[in-house]
C-alpha cells in the first residue's frame, strides 16, 4: 500500500473531535461548526485523488476546513475582497496559538481527552459570547482568524490604536473568563 494511502472510513473516528475544536474556536457556532466539518470531510472524499502523502491526513483535512472557514467568512463579509484572511500562524507574533495548545494531539488521546476537548471548546465558546459584539468581533478577527492590522481597522472603520485598545480589552476579558471556567 503507498504511502500516500488514507481511509476516510476512520476520519470521524480520528479527526471529527479535532476539527470540531479547531471550528468552533474560529466561527463561535457549534451548528456552523459542525457543518463546516462536514463540508471537510464531503470536500476530502471527492479531492481524495489530490492527496500526495506530503502531508498527514490530519494536516490535509485541517488546510481543507481553513478553506471552508475562509470560503464562510468571505460570504458574510459585508466588503467581500476588502479584508484578506491570513489563517497562517508563522507570524513572529504567533497570536492565536495559545488555542490550539490547550487542545491534546488526538493521536494520544483518551476517553476522558476527548471530554475535556469538548468542554474546552465549549469554555471558548461561552467565553467569547459574554465579551461585548466588537470586543468579539475584533477578537475573532485579529486572534483567531488572523486578519492584519489595516483589514480590521477598514472593515470595522476604526482606527489602530482603538483596534489595539479593544484587543486588550477583549483578551483580558477571555483570559479572566477562562480563568474562572476552564482552568
Known amino acids: 500500500m503507498p504511502n500516500h494511502q488514507i481511509d476516510p472510513n476512520k476520519w470521524i473516528d480520528l479527526y471529527s473531535d479535532y476539527l470540531f475544536n479547531y471550528t468552533i474556536t474560529r466561527v463561535n457556532d457549534r451548528d456552523l461548526a459542525k457543518d463546516l466539518v462536514q463540508d471537510t470531510f464531503f470536500a476530502g472524499l471527492k479531492s481524495m485523488k489530490n492527496f500526495k502523502g506530503e502531508a498527514s491526513e490530519r494536516t490535509w483535512l485541517i488546510s481543507i476546513l481553513k478553506r471552508k472557514i475562509i470560503d464562510h467568512y468571505r460570504k458574510i463579509n459585508s466588503n467581500k475582497g476588502k479584508a484578506e484572511v491570513r489563517m497562517s500562524y508563522s507570524s513572529d507574533e504567533n497570536e492565536g496559538d495559545w ?29 467569547l459570547g459574554k465579551l461585548p459584539e466588537k470586543q468579539a468581533t475584533v477578537f475573532k478577527m485579529k486572534t483567531i482568524l488572523g486578519y492584519e492590522t489595516e483589514a480590521i481597522c477598514n472593515e ?22 477562562m480563568e474562572k471556567n476552564w482552568f
Open 156 to 177: 470595522l472603520d476604526i482606527t489602530a490604536s482603538n483596534l489595539w485598545v479593544i484587543i486588550h480589552r477583549a483578551r483580558t476579558a477571555m483570559a479572566d473568563c
Open 99 to 127: 488555542l490550539e495548545e490547550r487542545v491534546a494531539d488526538p493521536f494520544d488521546k483518551t476517553a476522558e481527552d476527548s471530554i475535556e476537548n469538548t468542554e474546552l471548546g465549549s469554555a471558548i465558546h461561552d467565553c
